[in-house]
């Protein structure tokens, strides 16, 4: 299974209309936010900024979801003796 790469998503965010067009979002299979960033301008240019601070950990996610892994197990680790 391919692992999906932030560098790609950064690329394709930029090189897509400066990210307004959304073409990270169908890269990272968000298929639904990828058509309203499409048809509202990166939801009018506040999206493109979310994007930016956001993308590196929405591209671990979807690999996580890629892989089967289930993201929202939570894990405790007892550091005392």
């Known amino acids: 299974m391919d692992q999906k ?4 998503a950064y690329l394709l ?3 897509s209309l400066i990210g307004f067009a959304g073409i990270q ?3 990272l299979g ?7 960033y499409l048809l509202t301008w990166g939801l009018f240019g506040f999206g493109l900024i979310y ?3 956001t993308l590196p950990n929405q591209v671990r996610m979807a690999n996580l979801l890629r ?3 289930n993201p ?3 894990v ?4 005392k003796d």
């Open 51 to 53: 994007d930016l601070f």
């Open 13 to 15: 965010m930029l090189f």
């Open 72 to 74: 929202n197990v939570v």
């Open 30 to 36: 968000k298929i639904g936010t990828g058509i309203l």
């Open 25 to 27: 979002r169908f890269y």
């Open 67 to 69: 892989s089967g892994a």
């Open 76 to 79: 405790h680790v007892n550091t």
């Open 5 to 8: 790469s932030t560098g790609t």
